[in-house]
């Protein structure tokens, strides 16, 4: 079976396709065979950021109306063979997705792959309450300000009482707190929630903290997920995120504002 | 309770069908002597002749475990004592029909478990609410709701009793109780106690930020908390239809 994970927010904006095509990227590379999904029907991204806009014949809403199979929708990454991207449809609407439609792809997913990535679209309407329905964890995306906070604690009500696991009863969807765009230096002059800020409000498990970077702009715009870019500090956050997923003990980075080397590090002011 | 009823006085429907939950009085019976259930019925009626006359009534025959009873001299008996039968709840099929014959509906015997609902919860996206040992709170009066997880923002929960949140309380979330509440860590949200009127309801919690707090009605909204109160373990009490905040 495959484990299922939604990216998602509540608010626009945070960096859901960045992480989703990431953590999938990520998934990939460690060599679990992996398919990441665009929820965001009639707002398609997810294949620009990972630099297949071109190879699209069918998508997501095709398959679910039958008009195409599974393999012929699935775009498999050039550069990694273990990640397979379904696009959604520019043309349709949110309303083209159906519960049925969408359980029945990620059954049918679930036999032949490790992980399941639902990029999930903005808002708590129709595409981000079925990208979330069926997940098993929940990577939800927060930048540190205050609207983006409370965005993502009402998502957090929403999977807790409106998801599959949750109207079966069965064991809750495991939440995962990812702050991205973080900037220490801002932190400090007061002009951004903290860390410990945004923990207090969620109280959820820090899974980990991308930090503000123009690699992420350049990866995007370039269509290469940035944990590709292994010499920025977002794709080593990213890299680091994947690993602490799959359970590698990795302490936390860049959530202080530190070149100060390896003795500065260990004496980090706070 | 927020109902979506707006009449408008031109082209308003004529009537429209409601599920409500009315509190009324029930007569639960342990006993098949008419006499001695007439007998006990007037000297209790004589206490309180106000509270009494006139007032609906529910039989309940559950406890008399299908003993034969004549439904239509109960009925006249207790409406020769001034009160309106509204229907029974238990007894056997006979005193079912027996009841129907007199025009009285009777009313699904609840199970042991759902004899008391341990909860209500205001909102159906709030399933998060947990009661734990609903066994042993059945045989109080006054019941408590214990929340274990997170409220998030837009949830709300209702507690028809007491109601204890041991997690924290989000901005834009609404607790509200018709007893008191109380939350084991931040409140940010909105907080309402004695909701049904219950003016010696309180609110206490470990860490003010409450968006507003309310007690019986009686409201104060974050910005007229003063700052020394906040980000502090208080309590909130009504004296006098005055919102104390005192800190513990």
Redesign the interface.
């Known amino acids: 079976m495959a484990r299922i994970i939604v990216v998602t927010s509540g608010k626009g904006g945070v960096g859901k396709t960045t992480t989703s095509a990431a953590i999938a990227m990520g998934l990939a590379k460690k060599g679990h065979k992996t398919a990441v999904i665009d929820f965001d029907v009639g707002l398609r991204n997810l294949d620009l950021i990972l630099g297949c806009e071109r190879r699209v014949v069918y998508d997501f809403v095709n398959v679910i109306n039958d008009e195409a199979t599974l393999n012929q929708a699935l775009i498999r990454d050039k550069r990694c063979k273990q990640l397979y991207i379904l696009p959604a449809s520019q043309t349709r609407y949110k309303d083209a997705l159906t519960k049925e439609g969408v359980g029945k792809i990620l059954e049918e997913l679930s036999k032949t792959f490790k992980y399941i990535v639902c990029d999930s679209p903005a808002g708590i309407e129709r595409g981000a309450n079925l990208a979330m329905y069926f997940a098993d964890d929940a990577f939800v995306i927060t930048n540190p300000e205050i609207a983006s906070v ?2 993502s ?2 998502m ?3 999977l ?3 998801s599959k696991r ?2 079966n009863g069965d064991e809750p969807i495991n939440e995962y707190l990812l702050l991205s765009r973080y900037d220490p230096k801002r932190v400090k002059l007061g002009e951004m929630l903290s860390v410990e800020d945004v923990q ?2 969620l ?1 959820l498990h820090l899974l980990g903290v991308i930090p503000e970077s123009q690699s992420v702009l350049n990866a995007s715009n370039s269509g290469t997920p940035v944990i590709l870019d292994e010499d920025s500090n977002a794709g080593q956050a990213y890299a680091d995120i994947v690993a602490r997923y799959l359970g590698e003990d990795k302490p936390h980075r860049f959530i202080d504002e530190d070149k100060k080397g390896l003795f500065g590090r260990l004496f980090r002011s706070k | 309770m927020p109902t979506d009823s707006q009449p408008t006085p031109s082209n308003s429907p004529a009537f429209e069908f409601k599920s409500g939950v009315v509190t009324i009085p029930s007569l639960n019976l342990f006993s098949t002597d008419i006499t001695a259930i007439t007998h006990q019925l007037n000297e209790k009626i004589k206490q309180a002749p106000e509270f009494f006359t006139n007032s609906s009534l529910l039989i309940d025959l559950q406890a008399l475990a299908n003993q034969e009873l004549d439904i239509a001299l109960l009925v006249d008996a207790i409406r020769n004592a001034g009160m309106f039968p509204i229907g029974i709840r238990g007894g056997t099929k006979e005193q079912q029909q027996a009841a129907n014959a007199l025009m009285l509906p009777a009313l699904s015997a609840l199970g042991g478990n759902n004899a008391r609902k341990p909860l209500t919860i205001a909102s159906k ?4 609410a947990k009661t734990e040992n609903p066994e042993k709170q059945q045989e109080t009066s006054v019941e408590t709701t214990i929340v274990t ?7 709300r929960v209702y507690a028809e009793g007491d109601l204890a949140v041991i ?2 309380v ?4 609404e607790i509200m109780a018709e007893g008191n509440i109380h939350v084991y860590g ?1 409140l ?1 949200g909105r907080a309402l106690a004695g909701v049904q009127g219950n003016e010696n309801a309180r609110i206490f919690c470990s860490d003010l930020q409450a968006e507003l707090i309310s007690i019986a009605g009686n409201y104060r909204v974050s910005e007229d908390i003063i700052e020394s109160d906040r980000n502090a373990p208080v309590q909130i009490y009504l004296s006098k239809q005055a919102l104390i905040i005192q800190k513990i």
């Open positions: 409370r965005d604690d009402r957090l009500g929403i807790s009482s409106k949750a109207e207090d409000i109280s | 996206e709030t399933k998060l997880q997170p409220i998030r923002s837009g949830q997690a924290q989000s901005a834009g979330s931040t940010r």
